[in-house]
């Protein structure tokens, strides 16, 4: 079984469902799912806790599911609303899960670039900018979105979706 934040994919998976609420065994219960033999223990889960309830509210705050009527504390003017619904109901559909408001955030600045991207490619290149800003919270290095923006510069397919 791994041990200590060896997982790096476990860890962070806690954290946004300690972010959105969830108990201990709640989390552990949702990793089981997932990682069936390889999940680590509650007591490392008691553990990383610890670690996430040190974290600044508002850094928390970002990993929690979205909320639409909380656009402004992610930085999304509310002239974005209607264009944010429409990326949050694809988002929704290809990734299986309800983002949180980092996810959203990031979605959405990526959609600022050129509008005429395709959705599924923005909501993917959004998703991967919020991952890359999580993982900086937790390595305490600064954030490095150089080979992102690389993506962001090339013009993707374009498509329906």
Same mark, same amino acid.
């Given at each position: 079984?791994?041990?200590?934040?060896?997982?790096?994919?476990?860890? $962070? !998976?806690?954290?946004? =469902?300690?972010? #959105?609420?969830? #108990? %201990? +065994?709640?989390?552990?219960?949702?990793?089981? !799912?997932?990682?069936?033999?390889? *999940? &680590?223990? *509650?007591? #490392?889960?008691? +553990?990383?806790?610890?670690?996430?309830?040190?974290?600044?509210?508002?850094? &928390?705050?970002?990993?929690?599911?979205?909320? @639409?009527? %909380?656009?402004?504390?992610?930085?999304?003017?509310?002239?974005?609303?209607?264009? $944010? =619904?429409?990326?949050? *109901? %694809?988002?929704?559909?290809?990734?299986?899960?309800?983002? +949180?408001?980092?996810?959203?955030?990031? &979605? @959405?600045?990526?959609?600022?670039?050129?509008? /005429?991207?395709? *959705?599924? @490619?923005?909501? /993917? $290149?959004?998703?991967?900018?919020?991952? %890359?800003?999580?993982?900086?919270?937790? &390595?305490?290095?600064?954030?490095?979105?150089?080979?992102?923006?690389?993506?962001? $510069?090339?013009?993707?397919?374009?498509?329906?979706?």
């Amino acid at each position: 079984m791994p041990r200590g934040k060896g997982d790096t994919g476990q860890y $962070l !998976e806690a954290y946004k =469902l300690h972010a #959105s609420g969830h #108990s %201990r +065994t709640d989390i552990w219960n949702k990793l089981k !799912e997932r990682y069936r033999d390889n *999940t &680590v223990t *509650t007591r #490392s889960i008691g +553990t990383w806790q610890q670690e996430f309830r040190a974290l600044p509210p508002k850094e &928390v705050e970002q990993d929690r599911e979205f909320e @639409w009527d %909380r656009c402004e504390s992610y930085g999304i003017p509310w002239t974005e609303s209607i264009r $944010l =619904l429409e990326l949050i *109901t %694809r988002y929704v559909e290809i990734r299986k899960a309800e983002p +949180t408001g980092r996810q959203v955030k990031w &979605v @959405w600045r990526v959609s600022q670039t050129k509008r /005429n991207y395709q *959705t599924d @490619w923005l909501i /993917n $290149l959004g998703f991967d900018y919020a991952e %890359r800003e999580l993982s900086s919270v937790f &390595v305490k290095q600064p954030k490095r979105f150089a080979d992102l923006n690389i993506k962001l $510069l090339t013009q993707p397919p374009r498509g329906e979706r």
